[in-house]
């Protein structure tokens, strides 16, 4: 497995980067960084690796209900576009045998 070169928001839609970028770069100013988060969030055109992004940025700032609040986005967004079933029964056949798939790729 190879480490990624670029941050995972590199593949972030245009309108979002230059606030998840200017997050990055003011991470030790908590109130200004969080600022840049929460406009990359409220872009219209907000993907999956930018939601991505705000949980691990609220999750390293021990903002819990921020990142779960995110978690709960992200993974809404993941049943959404897989189209996957609500019920766990239904679900968790799907999920063992896409255990080995490679996640990046398919989503």
Same mark, same amino acid.
């Given at each position: 497995?190879?480490?990624?070169?670029?941050? *995972? @928001?590199?593949? $972030?839609?245009? +309108?979002?980067?230059?606030?998840?970028?200017?997050? =990055? %770069? *003011? @991470?030790?100013? $908590?109130?200004? +960084?969080?600022r840049y988060v929460e406009q990359a969030? =409220? %872009?219209?055109?907000?993907?999956?690796?930018?939601?991505?992004?705000?949980?691990?940025?609220?999750?390293?700032?021990?903002?819990?209900?921020?990142?779960?609040?995110?978690?709960?986005?992200?993974?809404?967004?993941?049943?959404?576009?897989?189209?996957?079933?609500?019920?766990?029964?239904?679900?968790?056949?799907?999920?063992?045998?896409?255990l080995d798939d490679d996640v990046c790729?398919?989503i």
């Amino acid at each position: 497995m190879s480490l990624p070169t670029a941050p *995972s @928001w590199f593949s $972030t839609s245009a +309108s979002t980067q230059p606030w998840l970028a200017a997050a =990055a %770069q *003011s @991470w030790e100013d $908590t109130q200004t +960084s969080e600022r840049y988060v929460e406009q990359a969030l =409220a %872009q219209p055109d907000v993907d999956l690796e930018a939601l991505v992004s705000a949980y691990r940025y609220y999750f390293y700032k021990n903002q819990d209900a921020k990142a779960l609040e995110m978690a709960i986005a992200v993974t809404e967004r993941i049943q959404r576009l897989e189209q996957w079933p609500a019920q766990w029964d239904d679900l968790k056949p799907i999920l063992l045998a896409r255990l080995d798939d490679d996640v990046c790729g398919s989503i």
